[in-house]
C-alpha cells in the first residue's frame, strides 16, 4: 500500500510540475494545443462520419446475419424486381430468409388530424418492406403493433402503415392517439393517393436499413404501386442466415438460383441473361451514400490522419529542443537518485497534459465538423441522416486518439531526458552534433509527412477542377430546370402546351419538356434494342423521353437530320455514340430499332437526327449510347427546361 501511496504522490508532483511547465510557456502551449486539437478534432470528426456511415451495426437483434445481395453489371445494382424475389425466397424458403426493402422515397403525405386544419401535404420518408422483417430483424412495437407477413400476401390488400419512434416524438410529440388514425400517401410513380391506417410504432433508434436516410413511415411491400411489374428493380434483397449458418453456401445456392431464373426470362427479358450474384455483409446496413461518398471518406481519413502526425511531429520536435534545454535540470534530478523511469515518467506526465488540452479542444471541432460536413454532402431539400451520437465507440476512439498522441509527443523527448548523463550534462553536454541527429529525424519526418499531404490535397484539387470542367456535351448556363407534378396523368399534348406558353414568355429563349433531366443522378431507363429487324443488343442502351425543341433548348448540337416535329410518334433521335455502335461507317438517319422487350416499350423507331454526346446520370460516367424519343403516352410529372438570358 505504501508503494502504491508513493507512486500517487510522484504522479501528483509530476502533474504539478507540467502544470508550471505550461503556464511558464504560455504561448508556446497554447501553440501546440490549438494546433494538435484541430487535428485531433479533425481525425474524430471523420471517424464519426465514418462510423455512422459504414461501421456502426444496424439497432436489430444479431445484426452479423444480414446480408444483402445485388447483380454487378447488369446496370440494375442491388436493385430487384419483387415478382422475381418472391420467386426467390419461395426456392430458399428452408435455407435463409429472404426480405424485400424498398429504397426509401420522399413522399407527399397527410395525416387525417390535419384535414381541415388548413395544413397542406407535408415530405417523409417512405419505404415499402416485406411484413416479416420487423419480426427477423427483432423488432418491437414502441406502441401498437408492427407489420406481419399475414400483412404482406396480395398486392393493394392491406394498407397499413408504421410510424418510425423518431417521426412520432418529433411529429406527434409521442400522443398515443395516433394509433388508429389514417394517413394519406401520394403514389410516388402513378395518380393519385392511398389512404392508410397507422397500426402502431417501430421501437426507439430504428430508422431504416440506409445509413444516411431516416424512414419515417413503413408500409408492406405489396402497397407499392409497381409491385406487379417486372421491369420494376425498385426493392433491396436482404438475407438473414439462420444462427450458425456460413454465407458462402447461401450465396452459391442464391447465385444457381438466379440463373435459373435468367434462363427462364431470358427469351422475354434479354437484360436479364447471364447475370452474376454477389452477396455482401449489411450488418451496418446499405445506402447509395455510402456507395457516392466511400472513397471520399477515405480519402479524408487518410488525410487528416496525416495532418494529425504532422502536428504530432511538429510539438515533439519542440519537446525536444525543451528537453535538450532542460539537460542540467535531468542531470541534477539524475545526481539526487531519480532513476530513468522517474524521469520517463515526468516527460510522459508533461505530454499527456497537453495531449488532454488538445483532446478537450478537438471534441469542440469534432461536435462541430460532424454535422457541418454532412450540412453540405446534400442539397438542402434532401439532406443526409447520419446519426452522430457520442457513444462509447466514439468515446473510445478519442481515448486511444489521445493515448496514442501522448505516446508519440512523448517517446523520444522521454528517452532523450531519460538517457541523460550527469556529469556529461553539467560541464557543458556532447557533441552539439550529435544532440541534433534525433530533431533532425523528426524535421524529415515531418517535411516527408507535409509533402505527402500537399501532394494528396493537390489531387484532391486536380479532381475536382477535371469534374467541374468535364464537358458534358450541353450547356447548362442560363438554363432552368422546373420539376412539376400534376395530381392526374396529363396527354403529351399538354405538357407540349405548357411547353410553347412558356416560349412565349418575354425573356424565354427556348423551351421544352422531359422526362427527367440530364444528370440527376437518379433517374434512367434501360433497354436493349434491336438494329434494323436483327437480335436484340447484349448492352442496354439509356433511353430519354423529350420534347420538339428539347435539343435546342439544352444547345445540344444536332449533327445530322433534324429535331421532333410537334406531337410526332415512332422517331427518335440517338447520340454519336448510338450511331457509331450500331451503325459504324453509315449514315444512321433513316435507320430504324426496336425497343426491347414488349410492353409499351415494344416499338418500333425511325432514326430522324444524330445529336451530339452528351453524359447522362452523373458526370463520372462514360460516353453511352443514348436514344431521345418523343413523348407518346400520359404522365403526371415531367421536367421543364427553360432557357433565358435573364437567369
Known amino acids: 500500500m505504501s508503494e502504491i501511496i508513493r507512486r500517487l504522490e510522484s504522479l501528483r508532483a509530476d502533474i504539478v510540475f507540467g502544470w508550471r511547465q505550461l503556464n511558464k510557456h504560455k504561448i508556446t502551449s497554447a501553440a501546440a494545443i490549438l494546433s494538435l486539437g484541430l487535428a485531433i478534432g479533425a481525425c474524430t470528426a471523420a471517424f464519426r462520419l465514418m462510423d455512422a456511415l459504414f461501421l456502426r451495426p444496424l439497432p436489430i437483434s444479431e445484426p452479423q446475419r444480414l446480408y444483402v445481395i445485388s447483380r454487378p453489371g447488369s446496370g440494375f445494382g442491388d436493385g430487384w424486381e419483387h415478382m422475381r424475389f418472391r420467386r426467390m425466397r419461395a426456392a430458399m424458403k428452408d435455407h435463409a430468409d429472404l426480405i424485400a426493402v424498398s429504397f426509401p422515397e420522399q413522399t407527399d403525405l397527410r395525416f387525417a388530424s390535419d384535414q381541415g386544419s388548413g395544413q397542406g401535404m407535408e415530405k417523409a420518408y417512405v419505404q415499402y418492406v416485406s411484413g416479416w422483417m420487423f419480426r427477423s ?53 402513378g395518380v393519385g393517393s392511398e389512404v392508410f391506417d397507422i397500426i402502431g410504432v417501430a ?30 428493380s425498385l426493392f433491396r434483397i436482404f438475407v438473414r442466415l439462420p444462427p450458425g449458418a456460413r454465407p458462402e453456401p447461401v450465396r452459391d445456392r442464391l447465385e444457381a438460383i438466379l440463373r435459373a431464373l435468367s434462363r427462364e426470362d431470358g427469351k422475354d427479358f434479354p437484360y436479364r441473361r447471364n447475370q452474376t450474384l454477389s452477396m455482401e455483409s449489411a450488418g451496418a446496413g446499405v445506402s447509395g451514400m ?20 504532422i502536428a504530432c511531429a511538429n510539438v515533439a520536435n519542440l519537446m525536444s529542443a525543451q528537453a535538450a534545454a ?91 531526458a531519460s538517457a541523460v548523463r550527469p556529469a556529461s550534462a553539467l560541464r557543458g553536454g556532447d557533441n552539439p552534433r550529435s544532440r541534433g541527429r534525433l530533431m533532425r529525424a ?10 505527402l499531404v500537399l501532394f494528396v490535397s493537390g489531387l484532391f484539387v486536380t479532381t475536382f477542377n477535371r469534374l467541374a470542367q468535364q464537358p458534358v456535351g450541353f450547356s447548362a448556363d442560363r438554363l432552368l430546370a422546373l420539376d412539376t407534378v400534376t395530381p392526374r396523368n396529363e396527354t403529351p399534348s399538354v405538357w407540349n402546351q405548357v411547353a410553347e406558353h412558356l416560349r412565349s414568355v418575354p425573356g424565354v429563349e427556348s423551351a421544352a419538356v422531359s422526362e427527367w433531366p440530364l444528370l440527376d443522378g437518379i433517374s434512367y431507363r434501360l433497354n436493349h434494342v434491336a438494329i434494323e429487324g436483327g437480335p436484340s443488343t447484349d448492352a442496354a442502351v439509356r433511353f430519354l423521353i423529350v420534347s420538339s425543341k428539347w435539343i435546342e433548348t439544352m444547345k445540344l448540337p444536332l449533327i445530322e437530320g433534324r429535331d421532333f416535329r410537334a406531337d410526332e410518334t ?22 430504324w430499332f426496336d425497343a426491347k422487350p414488349g410492353g409499351d416499350w415494344g416499338r418500333h423507331f425511325q432514326i430522324v437526327g444524330v445529336a451530339g454526346d452528351t453524359r447522362y446520370r452523373t458526370v463520372r460516367d462514360p460516353i453511352l449510347p443514348v436514344a431521345y424519343i418523343p413523348y407518346q403516352s400520359a404522365w403526371y410529372k415531367e421536367t421543364f427546361l427553360v432557357a433565358s438570358p435573364l437567369l
Open 290 to 309: 455510402q456507395k457516392n461518398y466511400g472513397q471520399a471518406l477515405a480519402a479524408l481519413g487518410v488525410l487528416v490522419a496525416l495532418v494529425l502526425l
Open 570 to 591: 415512332g422517331c427518335a433521335i440517338v447520340n454519336r455514340e448510338f450511331a457509331k455502335e450500331y451503325f459504324p461507317g453509315r449514315n444512321a438517319i433513316g435507320k
Open 326 to 416: 532542460r539537460a542540467h535540470e535531468m542531470a541534477l534530478r539524475v545526481s539526487i537518485g531519480a532513476g530513468r523511469a522517474r524521469l520517463i515518467q515526468l516527460v510522459l506526465v508533461e505530454s499527456a497534459m497537453l495531449a488532454i488540452a488538445a483532446a478537450i479542444a478537438g471534441a469542440a471541432v469534432a461536435w462541430w465538423a460532424g454535422p457541418f460536413i454532412i450540412a453540405r454532402i446534400n442539397p438542402s431539400n434532401n439532406p443526409a441522416h447520419l446519426s452522430l451520437v457520442a457513444d462509447w465507440r466514439v468515446l473510445g476512439f478519442g481515448l486511444a486518439l489521445t493515448f496514442a498522441v501522448t505516446l508519440l509527443l512523448g517517446c523520444a523527448p522521454a528517452l532523450r
Open 203 to 232: 421501437g426507439d433508434g430504428f430508422t431504416g436499413t440506409e445509413p444516411g436516410t431516416a424512414t419515417e413511415v413503413f408500409v408492406p411491400a405489396m402497397m407499392h404501386p409497381l409491385v406487379r411489374l417486372p421491369m420494376a
Open 442 to 451: 523528426l524535421i524529415a519526418l515531418q517535411a516527408s509527412f507535409c509533402f
Open 137 to 189: 430483424f427483432g423488432l418491437r412495437p414502441a406502441l401498437g403493433r408492427l407489420l406481419t407477413e399475414e400483412d404482406d400476401l396480395e398486392p393493394g390488400a392491406h394498407p397499413l402503415a408504421v410510424l418510425s419512434y423518431d417521426y412520432w416524438t418529433r411529429r406527434f410529440e409521442r400522443n398515443p392517439k395516433v394509433i388508429g388514425s389514417t394517413i394519406t400517401i401520394a403514389r410516388k410513380y
